[in-house]
């Protein structure tokens, strides 16, 4: 077998080996989980173990048989081809263009079994050199060493540099120095369903619309019998986006500076109008009555089969948009608020999650200069240009970039966009420690399913910010 090949397949079983290892340190803490199971997993992972006999040629050091120096991508999903289609297209353009020198293989899982593996790797001195992490984690892999400063990186590739622009500034420690860069970025809202809105005649919600008259209109979706907004709870952390607009436009950059001085708390009056509003939604049945047992996907389901008229979502969801809907999908940025003394006219284009850079790289010469070229690639001009004809907005911004007539969920973007209000340096979920950021998404989800009224919900909060910050 060639090794390119094994080292595309080796994927799951990576993941497989990182599960062992999880139930090995657990069942070492706690010999009450079940042997069996325990036994039986590590011996599936002995398996892939020994099925990895060539391993080492996709380890830090590992070459391909064509001599080029792999290199390891720490991605947040399983089936990086199906799920992140335009980085993985970045990733084989790469890889044609520097065959024989270099080769980027993902090191793929969902993105819960990602976050556990790169904390394992971390640990055992194994993470790969480059990774996708979470916002609200990636500052602590920085204090504790882990991640590689990118400030040299920058500082060689001002075309990069310029190119990302203010989207470097969430990623950057006074301490650590540049510990990410932007994956993405992210253009959050609410998509509508036109097709709906014409039906019922209703007018469609546009930049001066209200929450009021957004709430007018739920009765009216209803009696024609759709859902107004889909949304689910189960996995909190893939619904949070038309709610960070709720939170901005209630003051969430000026309200935290005063939480992180320890003048203020998040259960204050502007978040608990914030929380209220989410509240009025879900008492007036905005959202779909099994929203506690159904999830994201499912709630993205029935957009795109035409039974909701809005849904929360952003530009990662463009291209399926263009496939159900067509020239009948909308963006909105969401209501305005009248009780709120807070600039209203804001938008929500903000970096994404970072990718990271394994500190050891560093100390390969080699390894280092394979990197640097990757990293100059993906947020090079080529690579915008093949994001942009996925209905992808790269992290970076060149001029004459644009969708086609058939992009019809990227179009409706750029025309929210186009009256350039200013968005916040990153989306309020993502300015939190990982314990607070939980805590976040769990209190409007409970809020959404009626078991924390908003004053509680933003308790729930406080209460993980003070553990956190001790």
Known sequence: MKVESYCDRVQDERALVSEGKRLLVGYKKDKKMNRHNVVKTVAACLAGILSLGMLGACGNQGKDASGSTIIKFGIHVANPKKQEAVTYDIVQAFNKKHQGKYKVVFEASDKESHSKNMKLEASDGTLPQLFWIDASEAPEYSKSGTLLDLRDFLQKNPS?????????????????????????????????????????????????????????????????GYTPIAIGSKNSSYTMWEFNEFLVRYGWQDNLK?????????????????????????????????????????????????????????????????????????????????DSSYDQNVSMRVPANPIVVNKAVGDDATMKAGVYEFLKFYY????????????????????????????????????????????????PDLTLDAASQQALYDAIFGVIQGTYTPSAGLDKIDQAWKTSHK
């Open 160 to 224: 990069a540099a310029k190119a990302i622009a203010g989207g470097k500034d969430s990623f950057e420690d006074k301490q650590t120095g540049q510990y990410g860069l932007p994956y993405q970025s992210n253009v959050q809202g609410f998509f509508y369903n036109k097709g709906i809105f014409d039906k019922l005649g209703i007018s469609y919600p546009n930049d001066d619309t209200t929450y009021e008259q957004l709430m007018e209109t739920l009765p009216k979706i209803k009696a024609g």
């Open 380 to 427: 090079g001009e080529q690579a915008a240009k093949m994001s942009y004809a996925k209905s992808t907005f790269p992290a970076t911004s060149y001029p004459g970039l644009k969708a086609t007539s058939s992009q019809y969920a990227m179009n409706e973007m750029l025309k929210a966009l186009g009256k350039d209000w200013p968005s916040p340096a990153s989306a």
């Open 258 to 338: 005063k939480i992180e001085a320890g003048k203020e708390q998040f259960n204050n009056p502007d978040f608990l109008k914030a929380f209220n509003k989410i509240e009025g939604l879900a008492k007036a049945g905005a959202f779909p009555e099994n929203v506690s047992t159904i999830e994201y996907f499912d709630a993205k389901q029935q957009f795109n089969d035409g039974k909701a008229a809005l849904f929360g979502s952003g530009q990662w969801d463009c291209a399926e948009f263009d496939s159900s809907l067509g020239d009948k999908v909308g963006f909105w940025w969401g209501p305005k608020f009248s």
